[in-house]
Structure formats: structure tokens, C-alpha cells
């Protein structure tokens, strides 16, 4: 099994030669954001925006606050980052017209959490979502929150909305563990997904169970994992308090955003473009390959809230 190498200076070469990167169609995860500016979204408070003519819109929010520990984190300052992220990604007023764009009552929501246990995706950040989707008026009974049972889960089976959220880490198999791979528990055989450092994990997004559902992709960002070595392989030595959340509807220009990051913190602790274990090609394909979203930085609206201390991007 080939698991190539690739430094974030030759991932960022090869989509910027994708010569129809700009006018690819946003995909499944990719319908329009809102008809708001980003000068309104700056408005709102202390933002940073990266302006791109129709481009994909995706926040950055973080909080200085909001990791007290490496295993302990503030929920309720957590809430805030995604109601701030939510509100600029849609141009909405407040968080609940935000949420009324995403679910509603006559939804079925299903919640795609991550439950690896050296670094979930946290019960704050689960929370924060699912009190956000109850008052946009989903009952409770329509509204679960899973990860590895999602094939037998009864509300995942027949959820008109899912809401991806997964935390950032470097990954054996993928490269980086990703919003995109996030979906990888929606096959009967994830195994099947590993060939070529996990490049086709795009096409679970096309299959009629998953296609068109994703309304919201959360990439944790608070205490994310910058390198790894081995399958199974985790040391906390390698996280570090970021503190941030990257927001968005394109999932692939989420991914692209926290593989910059990611990267970029490598280059500030091993003082050079040092590779991955693994290529994180699997984001760039997405684009290029299989047409999901956008990956080239060039082709997606960064805005950036809150906390600029250490931003890396």
C-alpha cells in the first residue's frame, strides 16, 4: 500500500495547477452560505477577513479561554465560538437565525461526532450543537449523536441533515484526520478507503445515503494532535492549545484551512516543511479528483474571529 509523502509547499503547488479550481461547483456540503459580505460579518466584532470573489466561505473563530487543560475545556466559551462562527458563516443576526438555516422542525438530524478516545471530539463541542439544533425546533427524538453506529443508527438512517464535527489531528492512514474522513463509519468496510493514503474518501460523500445531507462541518481546532508516528500512535506531547474552530458548509475548504494549520505549526516546531507520516492528498483530491469542495486557499473567504495570538494562518 502506497502511502506517499507531501510537504503543505507541494500540496498548495499542485491545487494552484488545477486550472478549473476556480470555477469548480460547490458539492454536496457546498450550497451558498448567505448573500451577506464579509464586511458585514467584520461588523459583527474583532474579524479578519480573507476576501475571495465566490469563494467558499469558512470561519475561523478562537478563544484564548476556551482550553483551561489539555483535558479540560470551557463549554460555555465553546458555545460562543460556534454561535460567533455560525452567525458570520450565514451573515445572520444572531445565532438562532443562523441555526433556522440549517435545521428545523420537521428535520431528522444526526449529529457525526468522532469517539477515538485519545482525542474526541468532546462532549463540550457535542453540546454546544446539539443545544443550538433543539432550538431551532428539532424534537429531541429526531436528533442523535454517533460515530461508529451510524449504519444501525435508526435517526442517522433516515436524517434529512447531518452536522459533521471531528477534531484535527495527523493520521496514519489519511494524513491528517479530517472533516472528510470523518464520514469513513458511513461504509460497512472503512478498510476499503485506506489505498493511496485514503485519496477516494470523497466518494462516501456521493453515496445516497450521505450525498447532499451536511449542512454544517466542524473542524476542532482546540486541542489538535500536529504529528504522529505508527497505526495506533498518539502522544500528548504533540497537541497543543489552539483553541479554535474552523466553520464552514464546503467540508473540503474546511479541511484545506486546518491542513494549513496544521502544517504550518509543524514548520514552527521542526523548523522546516517536514512532511507527514502519510500524505494528506485525500483533501486536495476531493477538490481536483472528485469536484466535493475547494482545497487552493485561493478559492476560499477566510474569516477569522477572536483570538489572533499564534494564528499560523
Not at 2 to 27: C, D, H, M, N, Y
Not at 251 to 257: G, I, K, L, M, P
Not at 258 to 287: M, N
Amino acid at each position: 500500500m502506497s502511502r506517499k509523502r507531501i510537504t503543505r509547499r507541494e500540496f498548495l503547488k499542485t491545487t494552484a495547477v488545477a486550472p478549473a479550481a476556480a470555477a469548480i461547483g460547490w458539492g454536496a456540503t457546498g450550497a451558498a452560505a448567505g448573500a451577506s459580505t464579509p464586511q458585514a460579518a467584520a461588523a459583527r466584532g474583532t474579524a479578519t477577513v480573507q476576501s475571495v470573489s465566490q469563494a467558499s466561505r469558512v470561519v475561523l473563530v478562537r478563544d484564548s479561554k476556551a482550553v483551561l487543560e489539555l483535558r479540560k475545556l470551557d463549554g460555555a466559551v465553546i458555545q460562543k465560538m460556534l454561535d460567533d462562527a455560525v452567525t458570520a458563516l450565514f451573515g445572520t443576526k444572531d445565532p438562532a437565525a443562523a441555526w433556522k438555516r440549517i435545521v428545523g422542525p420537521g428535520d431528522m438530524v444526526g449529529i457525526k461526532t468522532n469517539a477515538w478516545n485519545s482525542l474526541p471530539t468532546g462532549k463540550e463541542v457535542e453540546e454546544a450543537i446539539r443545544k443550538r439544533v433543539l432550538e431551532a425546533g428539532v424534537p429531541a427524538e429526531k436528533l442523535a449523536i454517533d460515530d461508529r453506529g451510524v449504519l444501525r443508527n435508526p435517526i442517522f438512517k433516515t436524517a434529512t441533515v447531518f452536522i459533521n464535527a471531528r477534531p484535527a489531528r495527523a493520521h496514519y492512514w489519511a494524513g491528517m484526520g479530517s472533516c472528510i474522513k470523518n464520514y469513513i463509519q458511513f461504509v460497512p468496510s472503512p478498510a476499503d478507503y485506506h489505498n493511496d493514503a485514503c485519496a477516494d474518501l470523497a466518494t462516501i460523500w456521493s453515496l445516497p445515503h450521505v450525498k447532499g445531507r451536511t449542512k454544517l462541518n466542524i473542524l476542532v481546532m482546540l486541542t489538535p494532535q500536529y504529528h504522529n508516528i505508527g497505526p495506533r500512535g498518539f502522544n500528548e506531547k504533540y497537541l497543543w492549545p489552539y483553541g479554535g474552530l474552523i466553520v464552514g458548509r464546503d467540508v473540503v475548504a474546511v479541511d484545506s484551512t486546518g491542513y494549513r494549520i496544521l502544517q504550518a505549526k509543524r514548520r514552527e516546531v521542526f523548523g522546516e516543511d517536514l512532511a507527514l507520516e502519510t500524505s494528506a492528498h485525500h483533501i486536495e483530491l476531493a477538490d481536483t479528483r472528485h469536484k466535493l469542495g475547494r482545497s487552493d486557499p485561493k478559492d476560499i473567504e477566510l474569516i477569522k474571529l477572536g483570538w489572533t495570538e499564534g494564528i499560523l494562518v
